[in-house]
């Protein structure tokens, strides 16, 4: 799969955007703050329909205007795809692939992907519990495209059940009514989410064995439901702890349990690495994760994603930046970013595509 080109309109500092991808890996340099990572967020926007940075798709908008696009040309399997998404601040955004209008995100997400490894993933372990749950889901819009409109209709339910917590005046049989709905589409993201996840570790076990031997990773998601059961009795088991805590959320007027508080452990030899493992160890587990998402992305298309690192090269040391790169076959297009090229070694800078960027614009 490659991304030949990507075109940007108004879309966060770049009024005017457009680049042609000579070659598989193009290092993007630039002094802070001049528009690298909008870059690859915008590629990887095109992925995912949404970004780790944003709580709503009009912060992607240029601060001067109305509307924003991105558009991309892409190769996949000697086809040329093209993907446009438009934005707009008083409408949805308009999803088209080869020009034509697409109603259904899933037949958007399933056109590009990409896995995006950025110097705030280092910190997964140490963030808080929805930037573990952001990272998890865009990684799984791209492997189930579905969870996409599955985990909106939950945002959907839980937003309404919020507001009718936090309205005050609340009748019992009302509170059961959402309550139903929201244990079923709770536990169709709990579902997903526990499945990727244990596919994921699979792989990320291996991973992690390979940097730091005798260190065996597991990964455990942490629910109302403790494991993987069929959608049905997660529904039950869900339904059964929201009527159990049923006089709690109207004393508290808020929704205490559901996706949207759930979390994500990982252990070392049993150990929680949250609390215990050093920076190194943590920066381990997340260089297995990435390697991971790569993999399982790679199996389900039958081809290579693109890999996307904000910043990260120049932040792990040799042994792990060895490795990293050593694990990419030379065949996956690599988008990097870095404030300069020290970091690199020379072989490395003569096979890359190197471009500049200040205040949103191309500058060489
Ligand atoms: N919606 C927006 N409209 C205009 N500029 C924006 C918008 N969102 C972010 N920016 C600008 O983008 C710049 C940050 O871009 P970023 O890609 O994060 O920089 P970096 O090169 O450090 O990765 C800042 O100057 C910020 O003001
Ligand atoms: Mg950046």
């Known amino acids: 799969m490659k991304l030949e080109k990507l075109i940007l309109k108004n879309y966060r500092n770049y009024k005017d955007f457009e680049y042609s991808f000579l070659k598989n890996k193009t290092l993007i340099i630039g002094k802070n703050a001049q528009g690298k990572t909008n870059i690859l967020e915008a590629v990887y926007y095109l992925c995912t329909l949404d970004s780790n940075r944003i709580k709503r798709d009009?912060?992607?908008?240029?601060?001067?205007?109305?509307?924003?696009?991105?558009?991309?040309?892409?190769?996949?399997?000697?086809?040329?795809?093209?993907?446009?998404?438009?934005?707009?601040?008083?409408?949805?955004?308009?999803?088209?692939?080869?020009?034509?209008?697409?109603?259904?995100?899933?037949?958007?997400?399933?056109?590009?992907?990409a896995v995006s490894f950025s110097t705030s993933d280092l910190l997964l372990l140490r963030g808080d519990p929805s930037d573990r749950r952001k990272w998890l889901d865009l990684a799984i819009f791209q492997v189930y495209p579905l969870y996409y409109d599955k985990l909106s209709k939950f945002n959907k339910i839980r937003l309404q059940k919020a507001n009718y917590l936090s309205s005050g005046n609340i009748n019992s049989d009302m509170l059961d009514v959402f309550n139903e709905q929201l244990a079923i589409a709770s536990a169709n993201v709990v579902f997903l989410r526990m499945k990727y996840l244990k596919e994921l570790e699979k792989i990320a076990k291996i991973k992690h064995?390979?940097?730091?031997?005798?260190?065996?990773?597991?990964?455990?998601?942490?629910s109302s439901t403790?494991?993987?059961?069929?959608?049905?009795?997660?529904?039950?088991?869900?339904?059964?702890?929201?009527?159990?805590?049923?006089?709690?959320?109207?004393?508290?007027?808020?929704?205490?349990?559901?996706?949207?508080?759930?979390?994500?452990?990982?252990?070392?030899?049993?150990?929680?690495?949250?609390?215990?493992?050093?920076?190194?160890?943590?920066?381990?587990?997340?260089?297995?994760?990435?390697?991971?998402?790569?993999?399982?992305?790679?199996?389900?298309?039958?081809?290579?994603?693109?890999?996307?690192?904000?910043?990260?090269?120049?932040?792990?040391?040799?042994?792990?930046?060895?490795?990293?790169?050593?694990?990419?076959?030379?065949?996956?297009?690599?988008?990097?970013?870095?404030?300069?090229?020290?970091?690199?070694?020379?072989?490395?800078?003569?096979?890359?595509?190197?471009?500049?960027?200040?205040?949103?614009?191309?500058?060489?």
């Not at 991309?72 to 707009?88: H, P, R, T």
């Not at 064995?209 to 942490?222: C, D, F, V």
């Not at 490795?323 to 690199?344: C, G, P, R």
């Open 58 to 113: 009009l912060e992607l908008i240029n601060f001067e205007s109305d509307t924003a696009k991105i558009q991309a040309e892409i190769l996949k399997s000697d086809i040329n795809l093209e993907l446009e998404i438009n934005f707009s601040r008083d409408k949805n955004k308009v999803l088209k692939v080869n020009g034509l209008k697409k109603n259904k995100s899933k037949e958007f997400l399933r056109v590009l992907s």
């Open 209 to 222: 064995l390979n940097m730091a031997s005798g260190e065996n990773l597991s990964i455990k998601y942490i």
């Open 226 to 364: 403790e494991e993987i059961l069929a959608i049905d009795e997660m529904k039950n088991l869900i339904l059964n702890k929201l009527n159990e805590i049923k006089n709690d959320e109207i004393r508290r007027m808020q929704c205490l349990i559901g996706a949207h508080r759930d979390d994500v452990d990982f252990f070392i030899n049993g150990v929680d690495s949250k609390k215990y493992a050093s920076q190194g160890q943590q920066r381990t587990i997340v260089l297995a994760l990435k390697l991971a998402e790569l993999e399982i992305l790679k199996e389900k298309n039958n081809q290579a994603p693109l890999l996307l690192l904000d910043d990260v090269l120049a932040e792990l040391d040799s042994n792990r930046q060895n490795y990293l790169l050593a694990t990419i076959e030379n065949d996956i297009q690599m988008i990097i970013t870095s404030v300069d090229t020290l970091a690199f070694d020379d072989e490395f800078l003569k096979s890359v595509d190197i471009i500049k960027i200040a205040s949103g614009k191309l500058i060489s």
